[in-house]
């Protein structure tokens, strides 16, 4: 975990929670044995530098590539990969280390550095950068010929794609200490959904002016990090409904087209969820998944298996969940109760972004910068 002070006091917090606990991390549950219930192979591997930021992998499907990934590297290498084959479309590198991305529309590609910069590049060619007035852990978004930003203090910026002039900025009362992890940034229908805190707002994409706002959770605490509870991605979107976690504090679902709640439930947790027309799925702090179910919010199971193993967000497919572990583990575990269908390796380094899927391709990003294609059967 690490916090942010809106006058740039950053990892303070963080080394001061650590100071303070004086309690060892427990050590990662040993793995049951398992015999394989479904089929699953790799179908290619790459290889980047490390990643040591909160990397979103973009997903995007274009005319003459079909579906693509578009991963970064902490000192600041782009990389598209056709999904199915692996197959390099093209290489940049802006030439600084990177705090924020992948968000692509697969024509731009958006990153933000570790300086505060916001730099697009367009098929491997850096088409413009901006300086933004804050640092920034959540992934551009790049929607609509525009490219999204948001910044630890929780302003958003919009910016026109191709010539990077900026359109409109929006400033939103914010908390004294914040997260320096990836937020909710993302595109419903003619809206762009912000995380505020605790809150889910609509926001115009066109004018930046906000629609509606609804609180996931109330936070309650003694202090400031008691009170964290900032939306976690990555998010889930079933229909209508987009269900979100609060750091520490709460799972809920949010009516996106009505601005209204669905469902909310109190649990602790420190990645984002996955969720499909059934269930929503996430790992609490101890890295114990619960899935609720989708319409209602009711406990459908959860599982202790994984304790301590500091999953990654998941990914559902198919009748599977699918998480990483720090060991470089993929779990494919069955969406209906949580039992163990699938283990794959990969290097041997800590999974921390989540598992990103184009067509029946699940693409895992490891720490030290592997790149592993799976495809379960």
């Known amino acids: 975990m690490r916090l942010a002070r809106r006058a740039w006091l950053a990892l303070a917090a963080a080394a001061l929670l650590a100071a303070c ?7 990662p549950t040993p793995l049951e044995p398992l015999t394989a ?34 991963v970064a590297a902490s000192d600041g290498t782009l990389l598209a990969l056709q999904a199915d084959t692996g197959t390099e479309l093209w290489r940049a590198n802006v030439g600084v280390p990177l705090a924020a991305g992948v968000g692509s529309d697969g024509r731009y590609s958006a990153v933000v550095s570790r300086d505060n910069e916001l730099i697009v590049v367009e098929s491997g060619r850096i088409a413009w950068r901006a300086r933004l007035g804050a640092r920034v852990a959540t992934a551009p978004l790049v929607a609509g010929d525009r490219v999204f930003v948001m910044s630890v203090d929780r302003v958003v910026s919009a910016f026109d794609a191709q010539s990077g ?51 996931v959770a109330t936070p309650r605490g003694a202090n400031e990090v008691e009170r964290l509870s900032d939306l976690l991605a990555p998010i889930a979107r079933i229909g ?37 027309a059934q269930i929503v799925v996430g790992a609490d702090g101890s890295d114990r998944i619960t899935a609720w179910q989708t319409k209602d919010g009711e406990v459908a199971w959860t599982s202790d298996k994984l ?14 969940a699918i998480f990483g572990d720090i060991e470089g583990i993929v779990h494919f575990l069955a969406k209906e109760d949580g039992h163990a269908l699938l283990r794959l390796t990969t290097d041997g380094s800590a999974i921390t972004t989540a598992p990103a899927l184009s067509d029946k391709t699940v693409l895992v990003v490891t720490s030290s910068g592997g790149l592993f294609a799976f495809r379960p059967e």
């Open 21 to 27: 606990s004086g309690t060892p991390k427990p050590k």
């Open 240 to 276: 209508d409904v987009v269900c979100a976690r609060a750091f520490q504090n709460a799972v809920g679902c949010v009516n996106a087209q009505r601005g209204s709640i669905v469902w909310t439930r109190k649990v602790g947790g420190n990645q984002g969820i996955a969720g499909d």
């Open 37 to 70: 219930q479904i089929g699953g192979r790799q179908v290619w591997s790459q290889r980047v530098a490390k990643v040591d930021f909160p990397l979103q992998v973009a997903v995007n499907r274009t005319a003459s590539s079909g579906g693509t990934f578009t």
């Open 165 to 215: 002039r900026s359109l409109w900025v929006l400033r939103r009362p914010s908390d004294p200490l914040t997260l320096l992890q990836a937020g909710v940034l993302a595109a419903f229908k003619d809206t762009l959904l912000v995380g505020q805190g605790p809150k889910l707002a609509g926001v115009d994409p066109l004018q930046g002016t906000l629609r509606w706002e609804v609180a």
């Open 307 to 320: 304790l301590y193993r500091e999953l990654s967000a998941p990914l559902l497919v198919g009748r599977t």
